[in-house]
């Protein structure tokens, strides 16, 4: 199950679009197939049912790991935190949920007797799944870069050089903390693009909290090694400086 969960964060673009195609085809078909249409909501119904079980099975018997590992990105130069499958499966089953509301509202619009209030839950839906596959699409990666750290939201980025970032920290936070606190020596060097409202907290719902931020307190200690960080040898090396000392994770499972 594991290889799956690997394999459906790395096709996770495939996915997503075929998924798109499929959610935009089904009321499409609605609109063509006219009042001979059962058969295709039989059918998109159940496709719905299956991939929210499955969704559902996958998330409690196998809950999204906090991996003590980047991903590391030579072209990019960075080391990057791994996307989430739950993010993709989530994506999946609201774009499938938000398909079937809009194809249950096409009769009406064919006839042309749509009450406005009928489309209030489609266009909520709607837009809460398009919101869920930017995320999944994009991933919202933290990462970590010669010049400093790198993230983006839903509304903006946050770029913080590390000269930026007060040494000795951050602080290691709860275990399953969703995102960093960060301490800054000089926040005139932080730089925004659009509506990031929290600059000062690290989304980090998808990697292990105390590897990232160990991670981060030792390249603010060791400056020397930071233009070689996006290499696989750099992260090799970054593991070893790790490992051996009281500051490195080890595996947990969550109670």
Excluded at 72 to 80: E, Q, T
Excluded at 99 to 117: A, F, K, T
Excluded at 126 to 144: E, I, R, S, T
Excluded at 208 to 224: K, T
Aim: contains cysteine.
């Amino acid at each position: 199950m594991y290889a799956l969960r690997a394999a459906v964060v790395r096709h996770r673009r495939t996915i997503l679009a075929i998924t798109v195609a499929a959610c935009v085809g089904y009321p499409l078909g609605q609109w063509f197939a006219g009042s001979g249409g059962e058969i295709l909501d039989m059918l998109f119904v159940g496709l719905l049912v299956g991939s929210v079980f499955l969704v559902m099975l996958l998330s409690y018997a196998w809950p999204d790991e906090r991996p003590a590992v980047f991903v590391v990105l030579p072209g990019a130069s960075s080391f990057s935190t791994p996307p989430s499958f739950i993010a993709v499966c989530g994506a999946v089953a609201l774009a499938l949920a938000a398909s079937v509301q809009i194809g249950s509202v096409v009769p009406s619009i064919r006839e042309h007797n749509l009450r406005p209030v009928d489309a209030v839950l489609p266009v909520l839906v709607a837009a809460l799944a398009g919101m869920q596959m930017v995320l999944a699409w994009c991933g919202f990666l933290v990462h970590l870069r010669p010049e400093g750290l790198w993230w983006r939201t839903l509304a903006g980025s946050v770029r913080v050089p590390w000269e930026a970032l007060t040494p000795g920290y951050p602080q290691r936070p709860a275990l399953y903390a969703e995102t960093l606190a960060l301490t800054y020596a000089r926040p005139d060097l932080v730089r925004r693009r659009g509506l990031v409202l929290r600059p000062r907290r690290l989304p980090i719902k998808t990697v292990h909290a105390w590897f990232i931020s160990d991670a981060i307190r030792y390249y603010l200690a060791h400056p020397e090694h930071r233009a070689a960080i996006g290499s696989e040898a750099e992260y090799r090396r970054l593991l070893d400086a790790l490992r051996d000392k009281p500051a490195n994770p080890t595996p947990h499972t969550r109670s």
